[in-house]
T-cell receptor
Framework: GIQVEQSPPDLILQEGANSTLRCNFSDSVNNLQWFHQNPWGQLINLFY???GTKQNGRLSATTVATERYSLLYISSSQTTDSGVYFCAVEQGGANNLFFGTGTRLTVIP | DSGVTQTPKHLITATGQRVTLRCSPR?????VYWYQQSLDQGLQFLIQYYNGEERAKGNILERFSAQQFPDLHSELNLSSLELGDSALYFC???????????FGQGTRLTVV
């Protein structure tokens, strides 16, 4: 099956710092989503981005489908950004999202 | 708020028991997915329904079953519960395949 690797596994930032999270996948995909799981366990949609670049406030994402990777940029981080960030992909005909193991982000004041 | 509603939020039950988790998808979404998140296994896909029909199966145990009803809500039934079934169970919905999926708040199941 498809492999989804996220890096780094853990990241600690000072409030106000910028960061880049990476997601590599081993095969072509039709769907790629980024999620933030907050400390209460909620999975919050960040981006639906099978290809291209999108921005939403302090967050932006880029997926280069031909090279099988996606990047999530967080600028001017805040303590509320803490949690686990998941990349999830869907292959054609698979009918489900396959999740990476996540990046645990801790933002300290 | 994602628009996907899961009940109950928390459930504590004893080994050997049976529970039912309920999910109401976003308005207009025909696909419903169930996922299990445990500490050692991460987020694992269990099963998917589209407009009442089972479309895909993942790592779902034989003790677990699901269905999607004509009004598109879905239920996940877990029986003969074991300690290892303790996990966060998520429901997600989407319009169809290869479209954006939205997740409910999850049901935290604790088996004692």
């Amino acid at each position: 099956g498809i492999q989804v690797e996220q890096s780094p596994p853990d990241l600690i930032l000072q409030e106000g710092a910028n960061s880049t999270l990476r997601c590599n996948f081993s095969d072509s995909v039709n769907n790629l989503q980024w999620f933030h799981q907050n400390p209460w366990g909620q999975l919050i949609n960040l981006f639906y981005i099978p290809s291209g670049t999108k921005q939403n406030g302090r967050l932006s994402a880029t997926t280069v489908a031909t090279e099988r990777y996606s990047l999530l940029y967080i600028s001017s981080s805040q303590t509320t950004d803490s949690g686990v960030y998941f990349c999830a992909v869907e292959q054609g005909g698979a009918n489900n999202l396959f999740f990476g193991t996540g990046t645990r982000l801790t933002v300290i004041p | 708020d994602s628009g996907v509603t899961q009940t109950p939020k928390h459930l504590i039950t004893a080994t050997g028991q049976r529970v039912t988790l309920r999910c109401s998808p976003r308005s207009g979404d025909l696909s419903v997915y169930w996922y299990q998140q445990s500490l050692d296994q991460g987020l694992q896909f269990l099963i998917q329904y589209y407009n009442g029909e089972e479309r895909a199966k993942g790592n779902i145990l034989e003790r677990f079953s699901a269905q999607q009803f004509p009004d598109l809500h879905s239920e996940l039934n877990l029986s003969s519960l074991e300690l290892g079934d303790s996990a966060l169970y998520f429901c997600a919905s989407s319009i169809g395949t290869n479209t954006e999926a939205f997740f409910g708040q999850g049901t935290r199941l604790t088996v004692v």
